[in-house]
């Protein structure tokens, strides 16, 4: 083969790689969909009695057990403020992106998860202040390219499938695709 069927076979390889991955992610969210876990019912009125009795962070599309860590490690008390902060954010990306259900594929991360999966020490993950996630009908780019207004003081990491969001009340932005 010369160099440039071997360039071509590449780019063919490279293309198929992509939309592979594209169509997995699609598959993914639409299993989601279709559990709909997380999905609250529309509250009662006993909505605001609920909010006091409970300090579990929580909004309308979003629910803690979605932020605990892979391993099933629940998320500290100590950090449901945070999980609050990201949820509320994540919520406007949300309604920005026309209502598109949000899938959170790893939030909150116990330092030892995260050692044994190679973040980074400083995560952000672990004080349960990110997410990374996907969006159904979007891909990275796009996602970024929105959540890089919502999270305007926070975290946005673009990688190869998914985005990294945090409410770290810093500014910081990263691309790894
Ligand atoms: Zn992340």
Known sequence: MTKIDVARVLNKIIALKKETQTAFDEM???????????????PFEAKSEIAETTDEPKTAHFCLAEFKCRDGTAVPKQLYKNVQSLMDKLETLRTVLGDRPIYISSAYRHEKYNAKIGGVKDSQHIVAKAADIRVKGLNSTQVYTVADKVFYDGGVGVYDGFVHVDVRTKKARWDKR
């Open 28 to 42: 993914i969210c639409d299993l989601q969909n279709l559990l709909e876990p997380f999905e609250p019912f529309e």
